[in-house]
Every structure is written in structure tokens, then in C-alpha cells.
């Protein structure tokens, strides 16, 4: 008998996390963003644009894909999900 098995699609459930440090030069390869504690988020999207969410409150999650998360951030406890 096998065991579980699932192909994980863009709508399935997260089932890998990693704290997010603001960063100039990390790349990411996220599809989500836990956002813990409130502040701005300053992100570079997939497709290269640099955005900023202002005025995040704690606890929200954002399904966005990101290739950076900037030292424009003022947002903590982020964490990346995929």
C-alpha cells in the first residue's frame, strides 16, 4: 500500500514557511506573506516591479509573489510561505 501522495498546485495550502529578513540582495521564491506585527511592506514582485503596502496590520496575509522583501520594510515577524 503507498503512502500519501499530493502534487501541490498555486491553490493549495502552504506547506513550507521561512522567517523573511528585509534584504537588498536575498532572493525569495514565495508565494505568500505572513505579516506579524504592523508597518509597511516593500516588496520587489515576480515580474519586477517594487511596490509598497502601506499600513499593515498584524495577522494579515498577503497572496502575493515576491522576489525581494526590501529594507523599506517597516512591517516584523514576516514570514514567507510556499
Known amino acids: 500500500m503507498g503512502g500519501f501522495s499530493q502534487t501541490a498546485s498555486i491553490q493549495a495550502p502552504a506547506s513550507h514557511a521561512t522567517p523573511i529578513t528585509p534584504s537588498l540582495v536575498t532572493?525569495?521564491?514565495?508565494?505568500?506573506?505572513?505579516?506579524?506585527?504592523?508597518?509597511?511592506?516593500?516588496?520587489?514582485m515576480l515580474g519586477g516591479e517594487i511596490v509598497t503596502f502601506r499600513g499593515l496590520l498584524a495577522g494579515i496575509l498577503l497572496p502575493i509573489m515576491v522576489k525581494k522583501v526590501t529594507t523599506g520594510t517597516t512591517a516584523t515577524n514576516l514570514i514567507g510561505l510556499w
Request: aromatic share 6%; no cysteine.
Open 27 to 44: 532572493e525569495l521564491s514565495i508565494r505568500a506573506i505572513y505579516v506579524g506585527g504592523d508597518g509597511d511592506l516593500e516588496v520587489v
